[in-house]
Nanobody, 115 residues
Framework: QVQLTESGGGLVQPGGSLRVSCAASGSILNINTMGWYRQAPGKQRELVARITKGGNTIYADSVKGRFTISRDNAKNTVYLQLNSLKPEDTAVYYC?????????WGQGTQVTVSS
């Protein structure tokens, strides 16, 4: 079993920055992908960014150039740096880990962008 523990998030003004973190514990295999998804009220959950253990990344078009995903393999932790935040970035952000066809999710952390 895998547990994902998220931290960070909160309320920030438009144009501001925030960092969210996610630490994985339990049965972590050598090959996995970690990432962040988000879900705004009334909308479907969508991919924000994803990173492989080798460091290859994928970003949603809406966050390219503003968000940066990174990971510390020694700590099994993934980070998401959110810069130049917009009100439309407001959502619950979920950490995800995928390995050998199995998906694991964090409990979600709220990011609210508002003046």
């Amino acid at each position: 079993q895998v547990q994902l523990t998220e931290s960070g998030g909160g309320l920030v003004q438009p144009g501001g920055s925030l960092r969210v973190s996610c630490a994985a514990s339990g049965s972590i295999l050598n090959i996995n992908t970690m990432g962040w998804y988000r879900q705004a009220p009334g909308k479907q959950r969508e991919l924000v960014a994803r990173i492989t253990k080798g460091g290859n990344t994928i970003y949603a078009d809406s966050v390219k150039g503003r968000f940066t995903i990174s990971r510390d393999n020694a700590k099994n932790t993934v980070y998401l740096q959110l810069n130049s935040l917009k009100p439309e970035d407001t959502a619950v952000y979920y950490c995800h880990l995928g390995q050998y066809g199995l998906d694991y999710w964090g409990q979600g952390t709220q990011v609210t962008v508002s003046s």
